[in-house]
């Protein structure tokens, strides 16, 4: 095992199976997938399994009970892109790797099988169902030796392929840096869908001025530009404009998201959107 797969499992495994219970990242919370019978709502009844037909229709809230499942289907996908090689504190794949052992593990403990899928603009690699704890260790191995250069993620693509190639409802969490605009709708119809945005602070407000030769780590492309304010604030305001796009899709589909930076501790941030 390479030196960064073992610091990265070793910090994970620190905080899922420490002994302080507050440090677990809360249990993911499925809703079932078979419906049982209706009940009238009570006090601390989940207010999103009201069913509001019959609500309207008998003048008091009732709610749909669902039928208890013995393990949750998780599936952790990841968009493949070159601009995951980017970081200025640590790369956006190796805190992208560090959230797929957290978010693997912590299903793992709670005894529920994970499926792990990589896509760009198409399904690069699938690990099939497990519970065993080797298999992520290989995962996030394969993930931090993987080549993302000159690879370009499509999200929309992503999307579809997750709707139609997983047929079981899953909770779904999509991992990647989130730099193009899809409609996640369905897919958030369908499943649980949580998305978790990488990111490095740099990426989003370049503090430097002057004239620089960049690559594109998508395209491979080099460029010139003369990076001064006017520029700067132009490309933070697309970038803002981006991500509030996607704040306002997440909030209207009920999809739980988070953004991670390079230089934050993925746990915490995980922990806040599972609970």
């Known amino acids: 095992m390479k030196g960064k797969t073992k610091e990265i499992l070793i910090r994970t495994k620190r905080r899922l199976f420490g002994q302080n219970i507050g440090n677990n990242i809360s249990k993911f919370q499925g809703n079932g997938i078979d419906f049982a019978e209706l009940k ?93 704890q080797n298999t992520i260790y290989a995962q996030v191995e394969e993930l931090l030796s993987f080549d993302t250069l000159h690879r370009k993620s ?33 897919l958030g119809a369908r499943h649980e869908l949580y998305t978790v945005i990488v990111r490095d602070r740099f990426e989003e407000d370049p503090d430097i001025e002057g004239s620089w030769r960049i690559e594109d780590p998508v395209s491979g492309e080099a460029h010139s530009i003369d990076l001064d304010d006017i520029l700067r604030r132009n490309y933070k305001s697309e970038i803002e404009r981006l991500d509030e796009n996607w704040r306002e899709h997440f909030l209207k589909n009920r999809i739980g998201f988070t ?13 806040e959107m599972l609970k």
């Open 40 to 132: 009238e709502y009570g006090y601390g009844d989940d207010v999103r399994k009201i069913n509001w037909n019959v609500t309207a229709r008998e003048q008091k809230p009732y709610i749909n009970v669902f039928n208890e499942e013995r393990e949750l289907n998780i599936v952790l996908g990841l968009a493949i892109s070159g601009s995951l090689y980017f970081g200025s504190v640590r790369q956006k794949q190796e805190v992208a790797a560090e959230i797929l052992a957290l978010l693997g593990l912590s299903a793992i403990k709670n005894s529920d099988r994970v499926t792990t899928i990589l896509f760009d603009e198409a399904e690069v690699r699938r690990y099939k169902p497990t519970k065993s």
């Open 154 to 186: 499509d999200l929309q693509a992503f999307a579809d392929h997750l709707l139609h190639t997983v047929r079981q409802r899953s909770i779904v969490v999509m991992i990647g840096d989130f730099r193009s605009f899809a409609d996640l709708s369905l």
């Open 259 to 271: 953004k991670i930076y390079t230089d934050e501790d993925p746990f915490l941030k995980l922990r």
